[in-house]
Nanobody, 121 residues
């Protein structure tokens, strides 16, 4: 499956953005989906993940309560709603999909190209 992330941009601190991850085909529906991010000079870090059917979600401590991951399998698309953004959220955001992965690790088979999120303070 091919993934394409979109929805990034420039936003003021305290604002919101909604990222989308469009998949190329319906096999997307069987995979765990996740979002990772990478800030300049830092390693890629886990943000959030969701099971194939959406019943379970995981979040990093840094985004819990502010970000919400969701998916619409009928449209082969995943989402990351980001609220109360701070400058610490500035990064390139990547979506990923895979099967039989520990959700918080970067062991996903499929990755999107990334979308830049910049939060101005």
């Amino acid at each position: 499956v091919q993934l394409q992330a979109s929805g990034g941009g420039l936003v003021q601190a305290g604002g919101s953005l909604r990222l989308s991850c469009a998949a190329s085909d319906r096999t997307f529906s069987v995979y765990i989906m996740a979002w990772f991010r990478q800030a300049p000079g830092k390693e890629r870090e886990f943000v959030a993940a969701i099971t194939s059917g959406g019943a379970m979600t995981w979040y990093s401590d840094s985004v819990k309560g502010r970000f919400t991951i969701s998916r619409d399998n009928a449209k082969y698309t995943g989402f990351l709603q980001m609220n109360s953004l701070t400058s610490e959220d500035t990064a390139v955001y990547y979506c990923a999909a895979g099967a039989r992965v520990e959700p918080r690790t970067p062991d996903y088979r499929y990755w999107g190209q990334g979308t830049q999120v910049t939060v101005s303070s």
